[in-house]
């Protein structure tokens, strides 16, 4: 998917934003800078994985080059799980008695000429077997529709679409993608890494997945030794990305049995799934009291208690009462920090650019070349 959200386990707190990246560039831009500070690339088909006595992997048998060993192996073959599903036979813990969804049907839609300016935020929308993602770029618009092929055809899926989005979607090539939502036993296995997709993955309802991608780098940074790494580092890492991707996945199942969208088939079959035993306790206590930093998931996973009141509230699962101490606390502190936040708010979108004519601003300062030949005309 194209937005990644930008945190970090280093930083006293998270950014209270994401990015919008045009996927295709980004990888574009971290190829060129990876390969000009040192980074040998090898383009070639891997048909093979030779294995060591001892189970680990000896080298890559590639299609053009020959064997390529090295003395770490990153897995970065998304669902196929080439080299730690395949090769090292790693078992794969599936989601899917949790989280339903396992399609998703893509397309990329032009904007209109006359577009005035483009949304700062990514959407998501319900529909009767799923939901649909949009995430605003500058060129262009990235949608789709996640559902579950229990309820739906792929052919369904995308008539679906393409009739939600309306007359923009008619000339866009539809990208159908198979997701496997879950996660590997273990994401290190003797002298491979699995990172990304290959490594776990939740439906993208909380764009995560750029998020397990940074995190996994981070940790592989902080507890590789070399080939000397001790077992109980590696089973450390093991456990720090298992418990942050099932914690994610809890805060998943959260957005479909707080909903209280039941009027189809596949919206009925989310609120009569197994909900994991801590998470069941947590709604309970949620329906009494609003989340707070103690009643959360306690493992890293990207969300702070304030996500899961937000998400609790604009789903309508409102707790049956509030604390005791508020019926003896004066609301006018309070009540004088919301008129100042609209205040505020008011002020600055009467004097702040749009975000079309913010990026076309940057755009025009970084790059005026690129601007006038958009524009047709010539640089001078």
Same mark, same amino acid.
């Given at each position: 998917?194209?937005?990644?959200?930008?945190?970090?386990?280093?930083?006293?707190?998270?950014?209270?934003?994401?990015?919008?990246?045009?996927?295709?560039?980004?990888?574009?831009?971290?190829?060129?800078?990876?390969?000009?500070?040192?980074?040998?690339?090898?383009?070639?088909?891997?048909?093979?994985?030779?294995?060591?006595?001892?189970?680990?992997?000896?080298?890559?048998?590639?299609?053009?080059?020959?064997?390529?060993?090295?003395?770490?192996?990153?897995?970065?073959?998304?669902?196929?799980?080439?080299?730690?599903?395949?090769?090292?036979? %790693?078992?794969?813990?599936?989601?899917?008695?949790?989280?339903?969804?396992?399609?998703?049907?893509?397309?990329?839609?032009?904007?209109?000429?006359?577009?005035?300016?483009?949304?700062?935020?990514?959407?998501?929308?319900?529909?009767?077997?799923?939901?649909?993602?949009?995430?605003?770029?500058?060129?262009?618009?990235?949608?789709?529709?996640?559902?579950?092929?229990?309820?739906?055809?792929?052919?369904?899926?995308?008539?679906?679409?393409?009739?939600?989005?309306?007359?923009?979607?008619?000339?866009?090539?539809?990208?159908?993608?198979?997701?496997?939502? /879950?996660?590997?036993?273990?994401?290190?296995?003797?002298?491979?890494?699995?990172?990304?997709?290959?490594?776990?993955?939740?439906?993208?309802?909380?764009?995560? /997945?750029?998020?397990?991608?940074?995190?996994?780098?981070?940790?592989?940074?902080?507890?590789?030794?070399?080939?000397?790494? !001790?077992? !109980?580092?590696?089973?450390?890492?093991?456990?720090? #990305?298992?418990?942050?991707?099932?914690?994610?996945?809890?805060?998943?199942?959260?957005?479909?049995?707080?909903?209280?969208?039941?009027?189809?088939? +596949?919206?009925?079959?989310?609120?009569?799934?197994?909900?994991?035993?801590? #998470?069941?306790?947590?709604?309970?206590?949620?329906?009494?009291?609003?989340?707070?930093?103690?009643?959360?998931?306690?493992?890293?996973?990207?969300? !702070? +208690?304030?996500?899961?009141?937000? #998400?609790?509230? /604009?789903?309508?699962?409102?707790?049956?009462?509030?604390?005791?101490?508020?019926?003896?606390?004066?609301?006018?502190?309070?009540?004088?920090?919301?008129? !100042?936040?609209?205040?505020?708010?008011?002020?600055?979108?009467?004097?702040?650019?749009?975000?079309?004519?913010?990026?076309?601003?940057?755009?025009?300062?970084?790059?005026?070349?690129? #601007?006038? %030949?958009?524009?047709?005309?010539?640089?001078?």
């Amino acid at each position: 998917m194209q937005r990644g959200a930008v945190q970090t386990t280093g930083a006293s707190s998270q950014y209270p934003y994401g990015y919008h990246f045009e996927a295709n560039l980004l990888a574009s831009f971290l190829k060129k800078y990876a390969t000009e500070i040192g980074v040998r690339c090898i383009e070639d088909d891997v048909d093979d994985v030779l294995l060591s006595i001892d189970g680990s992997i000896d080298c890559l048998r590639t299609r053009r080059n020959g064997a390529v060993k090295g003395s770490l192996y990153v897995d970065c073959t998304g669902f196929r799980g080439l080299l730690i599903n395949q090769a090292l036979q %790693e078992p794969f813990v599936s989601f899917q008695d949790v989280l339903l969804n396992d399609r998703a049907v893509a397309l990329q839609v032009p904007y209109p000429a006359d577009r005035s300016d483009i949304e700062p935020f990514t959407s998501a929308t319900t529909l009767p077997s799923g939901w649909v993602w949009n995430i605003p770029l500058y060129t262009r618009v990235g949608t789709g529709y996640v559902y579950c092929s229990q309820f739906i055809s792929s052919e369904q899926a995308e008539s679906a679409l393409r009739a939600h989005i309306g007359p923009r979607a008619r000339d866009c090539v539809a990208n159908h993608i198979k997701m496997r939502i /879950g996660r590997c036993r273990n994401s290190w296995v003797k002298n491979c890494v699995a990172i990304g997709l290959s490594s776990g993955f939740v439906e993208p309802l909380e764009s995560t /997945g750029i998020f397990f991608i940074q995190l996994g780098i981070e940790e592989l940074l902080r507890h590789y030794a070399g080939v000397a790494t !001790e077992p !109980e580092v590696v089973a450390d890492y093991n456990r720090v #990305m298992a418990d942050c991707i099932d914690a994610v996945r809890d805060f998943l199942v959260l957005h479909y049995r707080a909903s209280d969208r039941a009027d189809t088939p +596949f919206w009925r079959a989310t609120k009569e799934i197994p909900v994991p035993p801590s #998470m069941d306790q947590r709604l309970q206590l949620w329906k009494k009291r609003l989340p707070n930093e103690r009643s959360i998931n306690p493992c890293y996973h990207g969300f !702070e +208690f304030y996500s899961y009141s937000v #998400m609790l509230l /604009g789903l309508n699962y409102w707790p049956l009462c509030s604390l005791p101490t508020l019926r003896h606390a004066d609301a006018s502190a309070a009540l004088a920090v919301f008129q !100042e936040v609209e205040h505020r708010t008011r002020e600055l979108v009467s004097r702040l650019p749009g975000h079309l004519e913010y990026l076309q601003h940057l755009r025009r300062t970084r790059n005026p070349s690129a #601007m006038a %030949e958009q524009s047709g005309e010539t640089a001078a």
